[in-house]
């Protein structure tokens, strides 16, 4: 079992960062990929950013990438989302995720509960 709690949502200006973190508990986070999604209101849930549990692979959706950086520290169960030059369309709830897949489309096995973004323009 793997219980994530995101935190660093808020609000922003178009063209600011944040960064978001997620604290894992349980002995096992390194050998979990860890991903990102976010949902904004009225929309599905969509992928937003992927890393391996070597760090070796890293993958992003097409309207975050030069933008968004996900890194992960194992040593302190905590993944990160560095978000630079938001935009508007950023705004969404950000939710955490673990998987044992290799790749985003193999599914995650556990969520947290998410994490607020608002970008004011």
């Known amino acids: 079992q793997v219980q994530l709690v995101e935190s660093g949502g808020g609000l922003v200006q178009a063209g600011g960062s944040l960064r978001l973190s997620c604290a894992a508990s349980?002995?096992?986070?390194?050998?979990?990929?860890m991903a990102w999604f976010r949902q904004a209101p009225g929309k599905e849930r969509e992928f937003v950013a992927f890393?391996?549990?070597?760090?070796?692979?890293?993958y992003y959706a097409d309207s975050v990438k030069g933008r968004f950086t996900i890194s992960r520290d194992n040593g302190k169960n905590t993944v990160y989302q560095q978000m630079n030059n938001l935009k508007p369309e950023d705004t969404a709830v950000y939710y955490c995720?673990?998987?044992?897949?290799?790749?985003?489309?193999?599914?995650?096995?556990?969520w947290g509960e998410g994490t607020l973004v608002t970008v004011s323009s």
């Open positions: 890393i391996s549990w070597r760090e070796s692979n890293t």
């Open positions: 995720a673990a998987s044992r897949a290799l790749l985003p489309a193999g599914g995650m096995d556990y």
């Open positions: 349980g002995r096992t986070f390194s050998s979990y990929a």
